[in-house]
């Protein structure tokens, strides 16, 4: 883990069959006591392959946010800068770009 340098995004549902959720979140949690840039996507109820179609179409536009920053240098979308908390998750979706 303390060799990780590039960023990384994980996504950890907790209905996913294939990898046990936890796994997702003590990967996430090693690389954050590391400082490392790590950002944990969650969709609760989803499987491994997510099958509600809002859940696809977040993912899509999260994962073309993410590497438009990080690949092309665009400004970073506010739940890469800031995050989203739990408790507003479904409410702000940090998806705008101050």
Do not use: S
Not at 9 to 25: K, S, T
Request: aromatic letters at 12%; hydrophobic letters at 40%; zero cysteines.
């Amino acid at each position: 883990m303390d060799k990780v340098n590039t960023p990384v995004a994980i996504m950890a549902n907790d209905n996913d069959g294939a990898v046990p959720w936890y796994q997702g979140i003590e990967f996430f949690t090693a690389l954050r006591r590391l400082n490392k840039p790590v950002w944990l996507l969650n969709y609760n109820g989803d499987d491994h392959n997510l099958i509600q179609r809002q859940n696809r179409k977040d993912i899509q536009i999260r994962e073309a946010q993410f590497f438009d920053h990080f690949l092309k240098g665009k400004p970073a979308a506010n739940w890469i800068k800031k995050g989203v908390k739990a408790t507003e998750k479904g409410i702000d979706w940090g998806l705008e770009v101050d």
